[in-house]
């Protein structure tokens, strides 16, 4: 599966943004998605998962009540919508898929930049 992640720019504190990840296939259905995010000097970081049906989601306790993450099978997307921007959320973010059964995530797409100014 190949992803394709936009939606980024820049956007003042306590502003949002939505961004999007379409994946190529037939099997998208198959896959958990998750997104991730890379700040400037920093290591790669979970941001929120959600299961192949989209019935489950999980997110890192610094996004936890602002960030919602959401799929449209139909559509081979996924959705990261992000409310209450903060500056440390200022990163590169990634979309990713895990295959259902494996034990990583074997796709990645190529990173859209956020950047919050406070």
């Known amino acids: 599966v190949q992803l394709q992640a936009c939606g980024g720019g820049l956007v003042q504190a306590g502003g949002s943004l939505r961004l999007s990840c379409v994946a190529s296939?037939?099997?998208?259905?198959?896959?958990?998605m998750a997104w991730f995010r890379q700040a400037p000097g920093k290591e790669r970081e979970f941001v929120a998962t959600?299961?192949?049906?989209?019935?489950?989601?999980n997110y890192a306790d610094s996004v936890k009540g602002r960030f919602t993450m959401s799929r449209d099978n139909t559509k081979n997307t996924v959705y990261l919508q992000m409310n209450s921007l903060k500056s440390e959320d200022t990163a590169v973010y990634y979309c990713a898929a895990q295959r259902i059964g494996a034990y990583n995530y074997g796709y990645w797409g190529q990173g859209t930049l956020v950047t919050v100014s406070s």
């Open positions: 959600i299961t192949s049906r989209g019935y489950s989601t």
């Open positions: 296939g037939r099997t998208f259905s198959s896959y958990s």
